[in-house]
């Protein structure tokens, strides 16, 4: 290797580092989080009875909280997006619910099409699932149901076809689907499931 392109290597490698951490900078600056203490604005309830109330262990005193009690699923929509690869997180509480006493994380929603990642308090699963008029699981863990009336944390990440899912810090799911490749992100109950939700984030994930 000549002198020059040892110089040329060397400024080359200089200047990625230095980039790099405004690169760590960018991403965490693209994270939205989402404030229930404040009203719903921009949210799409595509079902459901979608509101925002006080709810006992809420991070700010009010959650969103869904009280349909007969659609076969409940969906909202957040604003923003689409995100073709989200790291999305939130924390959930099933009040009540005697069919389904759920929470889940909808992504890359799409003209009615979603992945769906969810907990219910009254099974012993977690579940992956997409919906295409129609909802068909994907994969699933066995796992402790988690309790009803207390907080839970869901986090799902979707890098290109690798779709992962965490409960309560736990990785349960890790999986690869391409049905759906890019949308917004939302929440979801099922049935007569009455659900809050807290402290949702979304960080669109940097490809290097």
Same mark, same amino acid.
């Given at each position: 290797?000549?002198?020059?392109s *040892?110089? /040329?290597l060397m400024?080359?490698t ?7 951490? $405004?690169?760590r ?8 989080r @989402?404030d229930? +203490? ?5 949210w799409?309830a595509?079902?459901?009875k979608?509101?925002?109330? =006080? #709810?006992?262990g809420?991070s700010?005193?009010?959650?969103? #909280? ?6 076969? @699923?409940n969906?909202?929509?957040?604003p923003?997006?689409?995100y %073709?690869?989200p790291?999305v997180s939130?924390? $959930?509480k ?6 389904? +006493? %759920?929470?889940?994380?909808?992504? &890359?929603? %799409? =003209?009615g099409?979603?992945?769906?990642v969810r907990?219910?308090?009254?099974e ?9 008029? !129609?909802?068909?699981q994907i994969s699933?863990?066995q796992?402790?149901?988690p309790a009803?009336g /207390?907080?839970?944390?869901l *986090?799902i990440t979707? =890098? /290109?076809?690798r779709i992962?899912?965490w ?6 799911i890790?999986?690869?689907? *391409?049905r759906?490749s890019s949308? &917004?992100v !939302?929440?979801?109950?099922? +049935?007569d499931s009455v659900?809050?939700?807290? =402290? ?6 940097s490809?290097?």
């Amino acid at each position: 290797m000549t002198d020059l392109s *040892r110089r /040329q290597l060397m400024t080359a490698t200089a200047m990625l580092g230095a980039c790099l951490p $405004f690169a760590r900078l960018w991403a965490a600056e693209s994270m939205v989080r @989402f404030d229930f +203490a404040q009203p719903l604005e921009g949210w799409e309830a595509v079902t459901g009875k979608w509101g925002i109330e =006080e #709810v006992p262990g809420a991070s700010k005193g009010k959650a969103l #909280v869904q009280r349909a009690t007969n659609n076969d @699923f409940n969906v909202i929509v957040a604003p923003g997006g689409p995100y %073709s690869d989200p790291d999305v997180s939130v924390r $959930f509480k099933p009040i009540s619910g005697e069919e389904d +006493a %759920s929470g889940g994380i909808v992504f &890359r929603f %799409s =003209e009615g099409r979603y992945y769906v990642v969810r907990a219910n308090a009254l099974e012993n699963n977690f579940n992956f699932y997409y919906y295409d008029r !129609g909802r068909r699981q994907i994969s699933g863990a066995q796992v402790k149901a988690p309790a009803l009336g /207390q907080w839970h944390t869901l *986090r799902i990440t979707a =890098e /290109q076809d690798r779709i992962k899912g965490w409960l309560n810090g736990q990785l349960l799911i890790d999986q690869r689907d *391409r049905r759906f490749s890019s949308g &917004r992100v !939302g929440l979801w109950t099922k +049935a007569d499931s009455v659900t809050a939700f807290d =402290e949702l984030t979304i960080t669109p994930i940097s490809r290097s």
